[in-house]
């Protein structure tokens, strides 16, 4: 009887340590739906349930927007119409490499409206590892994904034909039936901004017979029976089940060739004997990475927020390379249409995501990040520019020539795989020359901003948004020179970067638009939105002088006007002119709803401004904002976030300020503070090491910073830096609901700005 209680005892602590050493379930706080419930009029996210793995190379998602629309899940909808292959990293700029798969029963049905079938939230699972949906009809759709496809299963009930529509979605398709392999292979080419060649070929395998199939086209919905092969515009494929089947498939796609789809189908798929299989590892993978930074305390709808978010921060930019029979990286370039060795990645909008998405990224992601590095330098090799905004290659939208930003980050924060040289030289041709595509493929007003100092208004639309946004990257490029010793860049940029007071008008204590001439452009009203501005307003870009604060301070007329002013944007009249737009447009809508003065978190230009309080001597308003804006403009619901999240842009910011920090001047190795969300998290780091932030006595009121520690030291300063968290340790607050009016309101707790000495 001893014997066998002490080994019911080993048993025991056995199961226990190993239950210890299990990671929590955090992909439960995760909902896919986070922002879905968005139109062309009003954004809370513009999101899709995203299935796919961490920067996959493909997603999936269900369809309720007809082919080509850009809001392709809605989830004001009632009907979902097709589960696609998606890339989708914005509806303004529209997916590319698209087909779908829709089951039904009873008589064929191709067409996308008459496919479409009922269902009910109720009856959804929207996870990042699997998505599942009953219909109304009893039909049962689940997806769980890989990095080069997915695992789908179609579960029919036994009253009436088991169909399954293959949708070859919008411009070209060549489909091929294999019956005795039961297979269907093929390619896809449709986009909006893809080389004339592009081809994404898939292969679909099935694990059942088919009982009939044949082809379509979704033009104008011919279709013909017993047809194995067929090409052109739309084109798409049936299948026939017996009633009642469970239909699993794997599939997988490549951009380089149908051999190499096979292979991504073998190394990733091959050895899943069921979707369970890929639906497990799938959750160990999410989960392993939300692990990597552990909340505690706080509420169940803070963690729901929080870890929604941080799945988002971990969709974009995408890997675009595959992995050839001998283990080695390859991939299909968009931007010459040839076959490279090595790493490439895409789907990203850097005017959006250098401010907080690359940031995080640096802190979780290193190894990554320093291979995307490289592959900027290898599209600016290739396409003759640095991509703005890829999808998936060159497209020119929005303004900045912001991969610098991202160059010189990675740089300051150790990040040193590409030569610096050919990074500035390469950026050096940028600021010289104008693309072909778009506004910021090269830099448009090149010559007069060098001349004049500034970018005129007139023929160049947006022309003080660019002036300010030139004026940080050419401080990227100064500071990537500095610290590498290239002096003939270094005083380039150096004279450059000061051009944002070119277009700071000392009368108005404005930034506005400014004629050829030197004049300025008449009847200034700072709450007129457009016109010199990109989606926003004097009174949101004024702020936009990332790397100098301090003399934004001085220009504005020092400290004490400069927080009244950061006082009235929060919580001024709401009034808006709707200028050039002529129109209210959704970024206007999302401002009125946040309540918060002029503040417009819902677009990027504003989103650091609760933390320039930090540089003014009174860093408890920041801590004050920026636990507002958590609170109130962020939730995990369908109406989650306050306008477009932006390729992980929003959620990083979420995700960055509920720790407590913020990467205001990205091309600095600071993160600046703000007021944590929980009471402890740690951050686990791909170099062994952890970095701890406490908070103690955090809660909902308590959203002060009484005092600071940082390693066992105090801590007066109102930022730490990228080493700071690096090499591992601990960072304590005390919180109050009170304000401490004296902690870092000295000079020397300010962030960086270039009054002070840049870093070496």
């Known amino acids: 009887m001893q014997l066998k209680s002490f080994v019911s005892l080993l048993t025991f602590l056995f199961h226990a340590a190993y239950l210890l050493a299990q990671k929590p379930d955090l992909v439960k706080y995760v909902n896919t739906l986070q922002g879905t419930h968005s139109e062309y009029a009003l954004s809370y996210g513009n999101t899709y349930p995203t299935i796919g793995l961490p920067f996959a190379v493909h997603f999936f998602s269900a369809q309720t927007g007809k082919n080509g629309d850009g809001w392709k899940y809605q989830y004001q909808a009632d009907k979902i119409r097709g589960f696609q292959q998606v890339h989708q990293c914005s509806p303004w700029m529209n997916d590319y490499a698209v087909f779908s798969l829709m ?27 699997y998505y599942s949906v009953k219909f109304d009809n009893g039909i049962q759709t689940e997806i769980s994904p890989v990095e080069r496809g997915a695992h789908m299963r179609f579960s029919f009930p036994k009253n009436g034909k088991a169909n399954l529509v293959f949708d070859g979605y919008t411009k070209d398709c060549e489909i091929k039936i294999i019956p005795e392999e039961r297979k269907i292979i093929g390619y896809v080419n ?13 292969v679909l395998e099935f694990n059942q017979d088919f009982k009939s199939y044949g082809t379509w086209e979704n033009e104008k919905g011919t279709i013909k029976a017993k047809n194995k092969q067929d090409l052109g515009k739309g084109v798409g494929a049936f299948l026939e089940f017996k009633p009642g089947s469970k239909i699993e498939v794997k599939m997988a796609s ?3 060739s149908p051999d190499q789809a096979e292979l991504n189908l073998t190394q990733e798929l091959a ?13 160990e993978i999410w989960n392993e990475l939300l692990n990597r930074v552990l909340v505690e305390g706080g509420s169940e709808e803070d963690k729901a927020t929080f870890y929604s978010c941080l799945f988002r921060a971990n969709l974009f930019s995408r890997k675009f390379y595959e992995i050839d029979a001998k283990g080695n990286p390859y991939y299909y370039s968009p931007y010459d249409d040839k076959i490279h060795t090595g790493y490439m990645y895409t789907d990203n909008g850097f005017w959006d995501t250098f401010r907080a998405q690359f940031p995080l990224s640096n802190i979780l992601h290193q190894q990554m990040q320093g291979r995307y590095m490289q592959s900027l330098l290898d599209a600016q090799q290739q396409a003759g520019f640095y991509p703005t905004w890829s999808n998936p290659g060159m497209s020119g939208v929005m303004i900045g020539n912001h991969a610098i930003s991202l160059l010189t980050d990675a740089w300051v924060k150790g990040i040193r795989t590409f030569d610096p040289d050919s990074a500035l030289r390469a950026y050096y041709h940028e600021t010289t020359n104008k693309g072909f595509y778009g506004g910021s493929n090269g830099r448009e007003g090149w010559k007069e901003y060098y001349t004049l100092g500034y970018i005129p208004y007139g023929d160049i639309h947006e022309s003080t948004a660019k002036t300010l946004e030139y004026a940080y990257d050419d401080f990227c490029a100064y500071q990537l020179a500095k610290l590498t010793g290239n002096t003939f860049f270094e005083n380039v940029f150096g004279r450059q970067m000061y051009n944002y007071r070119n277009v700071f008008d000392p009368q108005v204590n404005f930034v506005r638009g400014r004629l050829a001439n030197g004049e300025w452009r008449p009847d200034f009203d700072p709450v007129e939105w457009g016109g010199p501005f990109t989606e926003a307003n004097a009174w949101q870009y004024t702020w936009s002088v990332l790397h100098n ?35 209210e447009i959704h970024e206007m809508r ?3 709803l946040a309540k918060m003065g002029q503040y417009a978190h819902g677009n990027q230009p504003t989103q650091h401004v609760p933390y320039l309080y930090n540089f003014s001597g009174e860093p408890w308003k920041a801590q004050k904002q920026v636990r507002m804006v958590c609170k109130q ?10 306008g477009d999240e932006d390729q992980g842009q929003m959620a990083s910011w979420y995700v960055l300020s509920a720790l407590g920090i913020y990467s205001v001047c990205p091309g600095t190795d600071q993160y600046v503070i703000g007021s944590p969300v929980f009471e402890k998290a740690t951050i686990s780091l791909e170099n062994g090491k952890t970095f701890v932030i406490q908070a103690k006595n955090n809660n909902a009121e308590n959203v002060y910073i009484q005092s600071a520690e940082l390693n066992g030291k105090p801590l007066d300063k109102n930022y730490i830096t990228f080493d700071d968290i690096n090499k591992g340790g601990e960072m304590v607050f005390e919180m109050s609901g009170t304000p401490n ?15 002070q000495p840049v870093k070496n």
């Not at 403009?633 to 306050?642: F, Q």
């Open 741 to 755: 009016k004296s902690r870092g309101t000295s000079k020397e707790a300010r962030p960086f700005s270039l009054q």
């Open 590 to 592: 999302e401002m009125l």
């Open 271 to 283: 050895d899943h004997k069921n979707l369970e299989v890929t639906k497990k590892k799938g959750f």
């Open 549 to 583: 604060i301090e003399d934004l301070i001085g220009m504005i007329g020092g400290e004490e006007r400069f927080n009244a002013r950061l006082d009235s944007f929060f919580t001024m009249d709401q009034s808006i002119k709707y200028g050039s737009y002529k129109q």
């Open 254 to 256: 490549s951009y380089i």
């Open 103 to 129: 089951p039904g029963i009873g008589e064929l049905t191709v067409n996308e409206d008459q496919r479409a079938l009922k269902f009910s939230h109720a009856n959804e699972v929207a996870k990042p590892h």
């Open 190 to 202: 449709n986009g909006r901004i893809v080389p004339e060649n592009f081809k994404s070929y898939f």
């Open 633 to 642: 403009l962020y939730n995990a619901t369908e109406k989650g976030y306050p």
